[in-house]
C-alpha cells in the first residue's frame, strides 16, 4: 500500500518509538508500505529533522532519506486549486493526490477531506493493519 507520511509523524515516530507513528514508519521499514514522495517532501524531511532542537545525527538522517528514497516511489505531481493553511503542506496534499493515496498526518485539520484520505497514525492503523 502507498501513503503519503507528514513530517509530524516521521518525527514523532522517530522521536518515540513505541507510538503510533512509530508502528507506521516500521511497517515502512518492513515493505508493508510504500512511500510516495517528491523532491519538496524529501526537501521538508531534511529541513525538519536537521533542527537542533531533534538531535539528530546528520549521518543519520542522510541514511534514512537515502533509504526512503531508494524503497520509495517518486511521484511528479500536478498543481492542486485548494488554498491550504500552511503552504508547507501543498506538496504533501499534491502528491496524494498525483499517487492516489492517503495522507497519513497527527494534523488533519490542514488538509482538505474531498481529495484523499487523510488519517492519523491510530486510524490510518485501524483501517489497514
Known sequence: MRIVLD??????????PSGKPAVVIN???????QLCFDSRVIDEYERVLLRPAFCFRKEDIRN?????????LLITPQP????????????FMEVAVA????????????????????????EFLDKWF
Open 7 to 16: 513530517t509530524n509523524v516521521l518525527v514523532s515516530g522517530l522521536l518515540n
Open 27 to 33: 511497517h515502512m521499514f518492513a515493505d508493508r508500505l
Open 64 to 72: 534514512l532519506l537515502t533509504y526512503l528514497q531508494y524503497t520509495g
Open 80 to 91: 492542486i486549486p485548494h488554498e491550504l493553511a500552511d503552504p508547507y503542506d501543498r506538496p
Open 99 to 122: 499517487g492516489n493515496c492517503p495522507i497519513v498526518t497527527g494534523n488533519s485539520k490542514h488538509f482538505p477531506k474531498d481529495l484523499v484520505p487523510i488519517l492519523s497514525p491510530s
